[in-house]
C-alpha cells in the first residue's frame, strides 16, 4: 500500500510498503520537481506525441482553462489552431467552422486543415468536422450542471442588474426566461443569424453549441412540452447518441480536476501539459447563493435537453473513471502539486486582482516579478490564449500567402 504522510500542500516523504519490505521514496517531490523542469521549457517543441484536438467549448463549463491549456500544447508544437480572422472576436458561435454566412471567416489554411480548435464554436458532427480538420482529431468537451452554468451566465454578463433596474426579479426570470432575454439582452449582430433561429444564452446553452437542431425542436420547448411529444423525444435521442458516439472524453466542470488527470493519461500527455490556473472566472456575490428546489426545478423545466446532456456525459465520464487502472488519486495529487509550485513561482502571494470588466467583476491573475520575466508563466496566467493578437500574427505568417475564404458551403 502507499501511505501520505502529511497534508498535500506540502510536499512529504512517501512510504511503500511491498510484501512487508519498506522502500522510502521522494515520489510526490520526485515527479513534481521534474513535471516543474518541464514546464520550464514551454517554448521547446518536442515533436513528440502531437495530437490534433477539437474542444466542444460549453459557455461558463471550464472551458477558458481548457482552451489555455490547448493554446500551450500547441505553441510548443507548432500547430495550426483554428482563429477568426477579424482581432475584434475570438469565437464564431452560433456558427461552426463550415458556416459561409459568418461575418467573421476564419484565418485561411491554404486549404490545409487545421491541428486545433479551442474557440466558441458550434459542433455540428464529426463527418463535417473533418471538412475543416485532420480525420483521426481527438473530439472532448466539456459540460456543467444547467443549473450553476445557468447562475454563472447569469452573473458574468451581469443580466441580474439589467432585470433589477426594471423591477424583475430572479424568480421572475426562471419563470420565463426567454421572454426576459429577449426583451432586456441585446444579442451582438453577429449572434443575429437570419432564417436561424438560435437563442444564445439562456436556452440549452450547452445543447446549442454541441449542435442541437434547434430549427427542429424551437426554442422554448421545456420538459413538459417535450415529455408530451415523440418527436421531440426521437430527435433528442438521436442527438445524445451523437454526442455520446462522438466524444471521446468530457471533462465534468463539478470535477475538473479529476477529469484533467484522466485526460492527462489518457490522451498521454505530459503533467506539464495539463498544469494550469483557473482563470476567467467571476467573483462569487450573493446573486450565486443556493437555489430552492421549486428554482433548480424550474430551471430543469426550460433546460431539460441541457440536463439530459449532462446526465449523459456524467454517465460516461462515470464509465470512464471505472475502467481506469491506476491510482486516480495519485494522478490528482501530482497536478495539485505541480499547480501549487508553478503558482509559488509565477503568482504574487495574493494571486489575483479583481477587475471590473465589461461584464461583470472577474479574477485578473497576478503575476509576480519573476513571473512577469517567464514566458511559460505568461501564458498559463493569460485569461486566455486565444484572445491574444499574437496567436493570429502567429497564424497569419504561416498562411501570409492564402486567399481569405472559408472552405466549405455551410449548411
Not at 444579442?187 to 438560435?198: A, S
Request: aromatic content about 12%; charged content about 25%; proline content about 3%.
Amino acid at each position: 500500500m502507499v501511505l501520505f504522510i502529511g497534508n498535500t500542500g506540502t510536499y512529504e516523504d512517501v512510504t511503500e510498503i511491498v510484501f512487508g519490505n519498506t522502500t522510502t521514496r521522494n515520489l510526490a517531490k520526485t515527479e513534481v520537481e521534474s513535471e516543474f523542469k518541464s514546464f520550464l521549457q514551454c517554448e521547446k517543441s518536442t515533436g513528440e506525441n502531437i495530437q490534433n484536438f477539437y474542444l466542444i467549448k460549453s459557455y461558463k463549463a471550464a472551458s477558458s482553462t481548457l482552451s489555455n491549456v490547448l493554446y500551450r500544447y500547441g505553441l510548443k508544437h507548432g500547430l495550426s489552431f483554428v482563429e477568426p480572422y477579424s482581432l475584434k472576436t475570438n469565437q464564431i458561435f452560433p456558427f461552426s467552422h463550415l458556416d459561409t454566412v459568418s461575418k467573421y471567416p476564419l484565418i485561411p489554411s491554404c486549404g490545409k486543415t487545421y491541428n486545433l480548435s479551442t474557440i466558441h464554436s458550434r459542433y455540428e458532427g464529426k463527418e463535417l468536422l473533418e471538412k475543416t480538420m485532420p480525420k483521426g482529431t481527438r473530439i472532448f468537451a466539456s459540460v456543467r450542471n444547467p443549473i450553476s452554468q445557468l447562475q454563472s451566465s447569469y452573473n458574468y454578463l451581469r443580466f441580474g442588474d439589467t432585470l433589477k433596474k426594471n423591477g424583475i426579479t430572479f424568480d421572475h426570470f426562471i419563470e420565463s426566461p426567454l421572454e426576459y432575454s429577449r426583451k432586456y439582452l441585446d444579442f451582438p449582430n453577429e449572434m443575429k443569424v437570419q432564417n436561424r433561429p438560435l437563442n444564445l444564452v439562456f436556452w440549452n446553452q450547452q445543447s446549442q453549441v454541441f449542435g442541437l437542431y434547434d430549427y427542429k425542436i424551437p426554442a422554448g420547448v421545456g420538459r413538459k412540452q417535450i415529455l408530451e411529444n415523440v418527436i421531440y423525444q426521437q430527435e433528442i435521442d438521436k442527438f445524445l447518441e451523437r454526442v455520446d458516439r462522438e466524444v471521446e472524453f468530457v471533462f465534468i466542470a463539478e470535477h475538473f480536476i479529476e477529469s484533467m488527470a484522466i485526460f492527462r493519461k489518457m490522451f498521454q500527455l505530459d503533467y506539464s501539459d495539463v498544469a494550469h490556473f483557473q482563470i476567467n472566472s467571476a467573483v462569487k456575490n450573493n446573486s450565486k447563493d443556493e437555489l430552492t428546489e421549486q428554482q433548480q426545478d424550474l430551471i430543469i423545466e426550460w433546460s431539460y435537453i441541457d440536463w439530459l446532456l449532462y446526465q449523459r456525459m456524467l454517465d460516461k465520464f462515470g464509465s470512464i473513471k471505472s475502467s481506469l487502472k491506476y491510482d486516480l488519486s495519485h494522478e490528482v495529487d501530482i497536478l495539485e502539486r505541480l499547480n501549487s509550485r508553478i503558482s509559488q513561482l509565477c503568482l504574487t502571494s495574493r494571486q489575483y486582482k479583481t477587475l471590473k470588466s465589461a461584464f461583470c467583476q472577474v479574477r485578473k491573475l497576478e503575476l509576480s516579478e519573476e513571473g512577469e520575466n517567464n514566458v511559460c508563466c505568461q501564458r498559463i496566467a493569460e485569461g486566455e490564449g486565444i484572445f491574444n493578437k499574437s496567436l493570429k500574427d502567429i497564424m497569419k505568417k504561416r498562411f501570409d500567402n492564402c486567399t481569405l475564404h472559408i472552405p466549405y458551403t455551410g449548411i
